[in-house]
């Protein structure tokens, strides 16, 4: 079986797609990875084929983007932010992808870029979707997002009949979100207006979230599978190397070590928010901060501050006593697989999503996005001190680890496959 990974987003969110690519190749498959210059180590390091995204210098500023992502106060209108912005990519995307689809078995694709469906059902390929999070999902027994209460007066039996209006509804609204951004480049190649964000992502769609932890309520629809999350062990180059030497030199102390990850963060806050909790953190306390995307520097006068980079985290995770994040997916799943407890600042919808949903299952303390710097040594105090929470990480961390989602993935592609 050969797989086609169109990952073209910033390097960060290609995580998933090289665990996968990775799952592929162990068991016995090739996969080649279309994504950001800087995933080309350790792609070449997992045994994957690369192949660089196409370069626009409208949308080559990935940070930025995710920076406008982060102001969206709904999942729609985070994937209209994402089909919006990286309209201009599609004209050099696309192409590729069709160049390449046709020595391919699947494409597999992100939700962020559903239009690539499209090339795939051109093509005649098959393709499948990887979904970070259910948000957004219509799951039974469930409402869309900003949808009313269904009213008082409808009869319980109509109650199923009340949700797939809505869903279907809400569907309309994200392909038109779709179509918006480059429907008029799908009709001009000759591939069809979008549609059915819900209800046809994909021939499979593999949502690569915990089963055991987060299992579905009222069930999955159609199409889609419950994997679990995406994991493999990746490569470390010197650098990287290094940094976790240093972080290992910091741990060695004995002394409390929190993990902040920065990159939750817009860009363009980053350098503020850094300053803001060095003013708020006390002297001679150990602390490390993740920056992937700004060019930070601890003050020199305080060693205990350690600035690091783009690293893998859950090995970075496995070397913090708790884990400060804004609340994505991938510091979420990364802190949970570590068995480390989290602080969580959330901003945008599927943020606060994720926040919600680790403070329900116990291992998880939630601070407010625009003050949290100053509310956060009390609140790492608080959850080092929970020792119930601490239990309940260690177990989620078992349960967690005994899934393995890529495997399963693995296995939904091959049934694909074998009936394409």
Request: with cysteine; charged share 20%.
């Amino acid at each position: 079986m050969r797989v086609l990974l169109a990952s073209p987003g910033p390097a960060g969110e290609t995580d998933q797609f090289l665990a996968l690519g990775a799952a592929l190749r162990n068991a016995g498959h090739t996969a080649t990875i279309i994504a950001d210059e800087q995933v080309r180590f350790p792609a070449k390091k997992l045994g994957l084929s690369f192949l660089p995204c196409p370069a626009d210098s409208k949308i080559s500023d990935w940070p930025a983007l995710q920076s406008i992502a982060l102001k969206t106060q709904s999942r729609l209108e985070e994937i209209a932010c994402w089909h919006s912005e990286t309209a201009p990519l599609a004209p050099l995307l696309l192409p590729l992808v069709q160049s390449q689809i046709a020595n391919h078995d699947i494409l597999a694709f992100a939700q962020e870029f559903a239009y690539l469906k499209n090339v795939a059902r051109k093509s005649g390929k098959a393709s499948a979707m990887v979904v970070a999070s259910p948000l957004g999902l219509p799951l039974g027994g469930t409402l869309p997002e900003n949808a009313g209460p269904a009213p008082s007066w409808l009869p319980r039996f109509l109650l199923p009949w009340w949700e797939r209006k809505d869903w279907h509804a809400d569907e309309k609204k994200f392909d038109d979100a779709v179509n918006q951004a480059v429907g008029s480049f799908l009709l001009k190649s000759g591939m069809g207006k979008f549609s059915g964000f819900f209800a046809d992502p994909a021939d499979v769609a593999c949502v690569a979230v915990s089963p055991t932890l987060f299992p579905p309520q009222g069930g999955l629809p159609q199409k889609y599978v419950q994997t679990g999350f995406f994991d493999c062990p990746f490569p470390l180059d010197d650098s990287a190397n290094d940094a976790i030497a240093r972080v290992r030199k910091i741990e060695q102390t004995g002394a409390p070590l929190p993990v902040v990850v920065l990159q939750n963060a817009p860009v363009a806050e980053q350098g503020d928010a850094f300053a803001k909790l060095l003013g708020q953190w006390p002297r001679g306390a150990p602390l490390v901060v993740q920056s992937e995307r700004s060019n930070l520097a601890a003050d020199p006068s305080r060693p205990e501050v350690l600035v690091v980079g783009a690293l893998p985290m859950e090995e970075l995770f496995t070397h913090a006593s708790v884990v400060v994040h804004g609340g994505d997916a991938r510091s979420t799943t990364a802190a949970l697989r570590a068995g480390r407890p989290q602080v969580i600042h959330p901003q945008n919808a599927t943020q606060r999503w994720w926040a919600s949903t680790v403070q329900n299952l116990g291992v998880a303390n939630i601070l407010n996005a625009a003050h949290w710097q100053t509310a956060l040594r009390p609140a790492l105090e608080t959850t080092l001190c929970d020792v119930p929470m601490l239990r309940r990480v260690v177990e989620c961390c078992s349960r967690v680890r005994s899934e393995n989602g890529c495997a399963a993935a693995v296995r939904e592609l091959e049934k694909l496959a074998a009936t394409s």
